[in-house]
Structures are given as C-alpha cells and as structure tokens.
C-alpha cells in the first residue's frame, strides 16, 4: 500500500509540474527588429471566457491579411493579471474584459490607471508601456481640474493624444444584461455597467418592489464575499456587497449623478477644501448614534493603518476635520476632479466605539484582520448571516431615511451559470446578478415570467500593445492593426450587438465626459495595407510582413 | 521483524511520506506564476509601501528557504496560519466547508463500498452469465461519463423535467415546511443531498465493485473454495465464505476512497451548488491562496496516509495469513 500511495503522489505533483510548465511563456522577450527582416508571430494572451476565445478566433484572420500571424493563449483570469499587472511580463498583446464599478465611470481610472507612467511600476495597470510625458501632463492637468467645463477640454486633449498614439484598443463595451421574475419584483434599475442586478450601484436593490406574499428577493451569483471588513476589501465586488451595511457618503444616482446618501449634502468651498454634512438621525445597527467624530475616526484610522484598499485616500485626503455638529471638513493634499464620487463615493463611517477596542488586540497584525464577524453598520441593509460559499443574508434596515422595500436580501452562492438559469426558471431566485449571453436570453424569453433588464457599460473590452515590443513601437503599425479590427461584427457575433463600439480612446461614448465628435475606427484592411506600405513595410512571397528596411 | 518492529519502520513511513508530500505541496504551490498580494488587492490603485507592509505580514519578504522552514515548522505545531484571501486562520477557513464535504461524502463513499461489495461479490461469483456482462457494462457507463456530465443530465431530469428535487445548496432559503414531512428535522438537508449524493455513489459505486468482482473471480478458484464446496455447504455459504477473503483489495482501497473523500469533488460541487473542500480548494489556488491550499490538499493527502498505515495494520487481525513476522 505504502507504494500505491506514493505513486499516487509522485502523479499528482507530476500532474501538477506539467500543469504549471504549460502556463503561458513568451518568447516576445527574444523578439528583435530587423530592418527588412520579417516580423514575427505576435503572441497575445487573455482569459480564458469563451467570449475571449471567440473574440481572438475572429480577429486573426484578418490580421492574417496584414501578414501577421497572431497567436493566442488563454489563461485563467488570475493568470493574466498576475502575469500583465504583477510581473509586468506582458506579451505582445493582452486582452482584458473590465467590470464596472463604480470608480471606473469617472474618465480618471481607466485613463490614469492604463497609461500614466505613473503605473509603469509592477502593480500597475500600465503594463503595455505607455510612455508620454505630454499624456502625463494632460492627464495629470485633468485630475486636478475642479472646473468641470475645463476638465472636460482636457479630457478631449488627452483622447486625442491616444488616438494618434494608439497605445491600445478599446473594442467594444459590453451592455450588462439580468434575468429577474416578472412576477415576483417590480421596479429593477439599469445603471450604467450595473445592468438591473450587480450590487456595484444597486439602485434595483433600494427601490424596486415585491411582488406577492413572499417579500425577500433572492440573488444568484458566480462568487463568494470573502471578509467581512470594511477595511480589508482589496475586491471591488465584496466591497460593494459591504457597502449595504457600510453606505457610502454619496452615491451615483441611476442617472450617474452624485447623489447625497448618508451624506445629506457637500458644499466645495475651494479646490482643496470640501465640507461634508452627515444625515440627521443616522443611528448604527447596534442602537449607536452616528456622529461626525465617527466619520473623523474612520478617516483617521485609514491614515493610521495604510490599508492598502483604500490608498486612494491616503494619496487625497490630507486630513478631517469637525466643523459643525454634523459637518466634517475635507482637506486634499491637491485638488482631485474625481473627490466627490471616487471619495465621497466610498467613503464610510466605522462606528468608532467598535473599531477602537479592535485596534486594540495586539493579536492581529492589522485591523484589516480582524474578521469583524458581525458588522455593526448604519446603511439601508443589516447584517444577517453569511453561511460561506452558500449564501449571505442581509435584512432591511427600517430606520434608514430611505428603507428598502423588500424585507430581507438572500446572495446566493451559485457558482455555475446553468444552475443558475434553472432556479431562476424553477422560481427558486428572483434576480441573476450575471450578465447573460444572447443565446442564454432567448431561452428564457420563453417564460412569459422572466424579464430582461440591461445596461450600457463603461468597462472595456479591451487590448493593449506591449510597446516595448517591436512591432508595436511603431505607431503606423499600431494604427494599422487597430483598423484590421471589424468592430461590428465582433459585436454582432460575440454578444448580438448588445454592446457599444469602442473608439479607442478606453472611454465609453455613454460618458458625458467623452468627446462626442470622435467616430469609431473604421474597418479597412486595404487601408492598413497601404499605410504600412507608405511606412516602408514590405511583404515577401508568402505574403509575410517584413520591417521597412 | 517483529509485529511490533513492522509497526514501528512502517509508522516512520507514515512519518516521511508526509514530510515529503507537505515539501512537495510548497514547492508546487511556488511554482504557479503570480504574485498573492496583487491577486488580493485585484484591480487598482496600489500603495508600494503598504504592498511591502503586508508582503511582510504574510512572510512573503522573506528568501524561500526560511519561508520553507518556518512552514514545516508551523505545521508541525499545528499552526496552520492565516489565509491571505479571508484574512483569518486557516483552521476556521476549512472546518465549515469540511464538514459539508463530509455530510456528502462520507454517505456517498459508505454506499458505494458497500454496494460495491454486494453487487461485485454476486456478480464475481456468476462470471459468464448473461446477468454478469450487461451489469457489467451498465456500471461502466457513469464510470466512463464525465462526471459534470453526468450530474448536469440528472440535475436536468429530476430536477428541471421532473421537479423532484432542488436545482443546488444546501438549504431551501426562507423554507417555510408545508406538510408533516417537511415538518421532520434535517428533511430540508436530505431533500438537498439526495440527488448529489445519488450522482456521487454511481460515480464511486465501480471502483469497489469491480475491484471485488475481480477479487471474487480470483479466490473462487481457491482451493479452500473447491473444499468448502466438496463438504457439501450450501452455495450461499460457499460464497460467503470467498466474499470474506475476496475483501481485502476492497479494504485497502477504501482507504484510498475515504481520504479523496476529504478533498471533496470539485465538479459535483459546482454543479450541485455544494460548498464544499472541492471548491474551496480550487478558489485558494486560483487567488493563489498558499496556506489555505497547502492544508486542504495536506488534509486529503494525510487521511490517505493514515488510513493507509491503519489498514496496514488492521491486516494482521483481518488476515490470519498475514504475518509480519
């Protein structure tokens, strides 16, 4: 027996090598250019969604007719990221499908996040290269503007700077779509890469109705919450799921307007002085009122312990002072456009008799540790119980000046899509709070009881150049394969045309902040072929690409 | 050797085979590209400083050989330190969706062998017959099926068709019991287990089955068969008889059985909405989730061991013939 056991053992850690061996590895690194020698395959790698699978099967054909071969890897998501953002060891070409939350509306996270060299840093989303001291400087101008008029002028500035430069295509922004049962909730909200169910800016959650005896709404979704912390969500989806009990200061209404929530108003006195005046009555789920200190504390304890997930603050933020009985002043260290949503946007209020016993035990490293296993927050929706990969619950809260109309919340854990159709179908949900594909709709359009409510988005699907790597140094060849890119038809066979075409400046066109004269590139292979040529690219008999030489 | 000197060399065994699956797991773990620390805070903006901070915290600063050692070191006494992604200790990380495993499992595994050992010592004892070859090829088909498959083509049958059964989880949410049988305690538990658990037995029924089939056709050409036989017992005697000796493949691989048991069965789980060890072990390798994942895969691999060392030793008293001596 001792040796079945230690076959066993010997296949599986073989299994395992083999598995991490066929993990993608590049040889872009060894890539070179040669004048008048041909350019060589270009490899890409991207998840591994079928939409992405199906999206790089259609676009290497007619790269094909540039005379480039694009070869493709997939890997989990994790992968990628870890490979692009962590190692900043990014292929040729990587292609990335973006969620949309809340932070990624204002035009300063995609724009700084993918292309200031401020993120060339591993870490950073900069992982393609993008290396331009005049996008910087437009770019840095812009996040500092607080005269919104200008800061627009500028945006448009730096779009146009990314147009000529093409450090990367924007190709299309997928619309959210969620199934809910007609016959149980009324009222769902579309918000903008929300679709009617995520819980990114989960307006459905707040104001749709019940319908019939039953007066909870439950929800499936792909994946668990993982902590329970306010302060330790490094995830963008936990973190909102937090934010029913831990509500933000302001939130963007459906219309995407900064909205007062527990705030009850702000007032910009200068560019780097914003008052925040708190709700009356606000009290904590414990009985606790909500003070103004409450809000000075959590502010001061997030300069104090540097969590990582909110080094956004600590980058803005000087400091926080009481002003009024329920005011509270906001110093900057320098003006920042986005303040109101990106901050206030985010910003919560940790009851400060909890959190300061917790800083307390010596035991944890961080207050970020802390399981905080039953929140105490002040929001619209109250702890009830988390059974792990099985569901959560949160229950109304009453007192909230806005209370929600259903009376309980069920997150259901579900972690396989067809399940999740099956119960929606069967009755035994209510919301998917999954973006479904077109053949997936159709089915259960059938069911007279199931409706479909969607969104546009503002997160991209998107590739970017690694411009340290020959070709796509040379901005004629970048523009060139951006052309070679049939958008429309992309879209019409990747999701039905439920999505908005991309015009390459990583700004959605549903942006009020995006340049309304610009126009979607448009397909020409004939056109790619003659600026390539007009750059000196020449083809060889086979019709291989070859550098100009 | 002495009983006892077997005992001991075979108990150090144990000891160095777990040694080297623990070293094997942390050097696996390591070799999977991707940084924890950027795998938990996804997507944004990221403070150098604080990245260090917690790169420290979690031991990941240090060179590898000190993370090497100071992690035998924890898991010899019994630490098994805190989970990156939950941000809490291990040992409460595991324990719930092991329990849920086992609720699954540990039913599945019982049925199965037991099943198995009926079914296979019957149809051992019939070899030839028409009964013998479709039986079996009828277990073949849901050893030969993907297992997702399979569990996709029963959820979509008695539960989507048929409605007899819960499309996934564990609990009905709100359940509110209508009738007297609803009313019973654990009724709304079975009502959740019974499909998955029925998927899992016909995925395990084969292995003991068709390991005691062969058993069977082998000790029925034993002489002390053929004896049993000239003394004039009675067939259902005779075969009660072999059964007994047939067992002991059937035993040594249950103990293989009952520890994979442990890991659960990742694709049951995410068909049947399960939460259990299976998806929990592939979620903490995917957010490269080192302690959660070293422990969950050091549990399974250490039930194996153990059970291994344990049937080993039950030999002696299963098996007169044996002898260590």
Known sequence: ?549 | MSTRGFVIRRFFHTVVTMFLVLSMMWALFRLVPGDPLVIFLGQGELAPAELERIRAAWGLDQPAWMQYLQYIYNFMTGDLGQSFYFRRPVSEVLWEPLLNTLILMLPAVTIAIGLGVFLGSRLGWRRGSRLESISNLAILVPRALPVFWLAIIMLVLFSYELGWFPIGGMETIAFIPQTWWERLPGFDLLYHLALPLLVAVLVFLSDPLLIMRTSMIEVAQDDFVTYARARGLHEKTVRRIAQRNAMMPVITYSAIMVGFAFGGQVLLEVVFSWPGMGRLMVNSVHHRDYPVAQAAFFLMAGVVIVLNFIVDILYLYLDPRVSYE
Not at chain 1, 224 to 232: H, K, M, Q, R, V
Not at chain 1, 401 to 429: C, H, K, T
Not at chain 1, 451 to 473: C, K, M, Q, T
Not at chain 1, 497 to 510: H, V, Y
């Open chain 1, 1 to 549: 027996m001792y040796e079945l056991t230690r076959r066993q053992a010997l296949l599986a850690g073989g299994a395992f090598t083999l598995a991490s061996l066929s993990l993608p590895k590049f040889l872009s690194a060894q890539a070179e250019r040669v004048p008048g020698g041909p350019v060589g395959d270009i490899e890409a790698i991207a998840p591994d969604w079928p939409e992405m699978i199906e999206l790089f099967r259609l676009l290497i054909p007619n790269w094909e007719k540039l005379g480039v071969t694009v070869k493709a890897q997939h890997a989990t998501l994790n992968t990628v990221f870890a490979l692009t953002a962590g190692e900043h060891n990014a292929p040729h070409l990587t292609a990335e499908g973006w969620g949309g939350a809340p932070d990624r509306i204002d035009p300063d996270f995609f724009m700084t996040e993918f292309f200031n060299s401020r993120r060339l840093e591993k870490g950073g989303l900069n992982y393609g290269n993008y290396n331009s001291p005049e996008f910087d400087k437009l770019n840095n101008a812009q996040r500092q503007e607080m005269d919104p008029k200008k800061r627009v002028e500028l945006i448009h500035q730096a779009q146009q700077l990314l147009l000529e430069d093409r450090p990367g295509v924007s190709i299309y922004y997928r619309d959210y779509v969620n199934p809910y049962r007609k016959d149980r909730i009324k009222g769902v909200v579309p918000v903008l890469g929300n679709g009617v169910g995520l819980a990114y800016i989960p307006w459905t959650y707040y104001m749709a109705e019940p319908i019939g005896e039953r007066d909870f709404v439950r929800v499936t979704t792909q994946y668990d919450i993982a902590t329970l912390n306010p302060f330790a969500t490094g995830e963008v989806v936990n973190a909102s799921f937090l934010r029913f009990m831990y509500a933000p200061l302001v939130m963007r209404g459906p219309d995407l307007e900064p909205t007062p929530w527990t705030a009850e108003s702000w007032e910009v006195i200068d560019s780097t002085t914003v008052d925040v005046t708190l709700r009356e009555g606000l009290k904590f789920h414990d009985g606790e009122p909500v003070k103004v200190e409450d809000l000075k504390f959590t502010f001061d304890f997030i300069a104090k312990h540097q969590f990582a997930s909110y080094a956004r603050f600590n980058e803005h933020v000087a400091s926080v002072e009481i002003v009024g009985d329920r005011t509270a002043r906001f110093k900057l260290k320098q003006p920042y456009a986005p303040f109101v949503p990106n901050i206030l946007g985010y910003a919560f209020i940790a009851p400060k008799h909890i959190w300061e016993e917790v800083e307390k035990d010596t035991s944890l490293g961080s207050p970020a540790d802390w399981p905080n296993d039953n929140p105490v927050g002040y929001g619209p929706y109250r702890y009830g119980i988390w059974k792990k990969e099985e569901y959560f619950q949160f229950d109304a809260n009453p007192e909230w000046f806005m209370p929600p109309n259903f009376s309980s919340m069920y997150w259901l854990i579900v972690p396989n899509i067809d399940s999740q159709i099956g119960m929606l179908e069967a009755g035994d949900s209510d919301i998917m709070a999954w973006s479904l594909t077109p053949s997936q709709i159709k089915q259960l359009q059938a069911n007279p009881n199931i409706g479909v409510g969607s969104a546009p988005s503002h997160a991209p699907r998107e590739i970017r150049y690694n411009l340290a790597l020959p070709p796509f140094d040379d901005v004629v060849f970048r523009k060139a394969f951006a052309i070679s890119i049939d958008r429309e038809q992309l879209v019409n066979t990747l999701v039905d045309g439920a999505a908005t075409l991309g015009d390459d400046t990583f700004l959605s066109t549903e942006l009020p902040e995006s340049d309304p004269s610009l126009t979607i590139p448009e397909f020409d292979i004939d056109k790619a072929r003659a600026m390539l040529e007009e750059a000196g690219y020449t083809w060889d008999d086979d019709g291989r690409l070859h550098y100009p030489a």
